[in-house]
């Protein structure tokens, strides 16, 4: 488990240092799927993870911040840096006795809301910690893979997605 959380964030940190060289207007295009542009699919992986893992540590999960309030590469960066801070210590002591804990019937936000008129839609979540850790890992590989797409329509490489060759497994 923790090896593929290691691997997200080695791609995401991957992903940040590649858009560092795409002009504002390209981060910022509007596209087909994901969250609508490039950054805001990458403010969405890390609210997402941050959210879910809060939900997981017990803790009150607070409605989503605006992405108009980050929507800027830096920012979205800063904004990892500090959501990492929760979520590294709860990830890396997990556990298998906390495989099978059952997710309290607490409210969770669905999805991140983006602008400030729209409601919150809220459902509860009837599940293991087992299945919300492995949601977490899958939700930001599904989304590397939408921005993968991107890149190459704006004509730059991707991030490689290999697992291999990471130093992962070199422990």
């Given at each position: 488990m923790?090896?593929?959380f ?35 699919t ?21 409605e989503?911040?605006l992405?108009e ?31 099978s ?6 409210d969770?936000?669905e999805?991140p809301i ?15 910690h087992?299945?919300?850790?492995r949601?977490v ?25 290999n ?9």
């Amino acid at each position: 488990m923790l090896t593929l959380f290691q691997y997200n964030w080695q791609v995401r940190e991957d992903w940040f240092s590649l858009c560092e060289d795409i002009p504002d207007e390209e981060l910022l295009k509007k596209r087909v799927g994901g969250f609508g542009s490039i950054l805001n699919t990458l403010f969405h992986i890390v609210d997402v993870e941050y959210m879910w893992i809060l939900g997981l540590r017990g803790e009150a999960v607070p409605e989503a911040p605006l992405f108009e309030d980050y929507a800027s590469l830096q920012k979205v960066k800063d904004l990892s840096v500090l959501y990492h801070k929760k979520v590294k210590p709860f990830v890396t002591s997990w556990t298998n006795e906390m495989e099978s804990r059952k997710l309290s019937e607490t409210d969770f936000i669905e999805e991140p809301i983006s602008s400030r008129d729209a409601p919150i839609r809220r459902r509860v979540i009837e599940c293991t910690h087992g299945e919300i850790i492995r949601h977490v890992i899958v939700h930001e590989i599904h989304h590397i893979g939408q921005l993968s797409i991107w890149a190459r329509e704006i004509g730059i490489e991707p991030i490689s997605a290999n697992l291999r060759g990471r130093g992962l497994f070199d422990k």
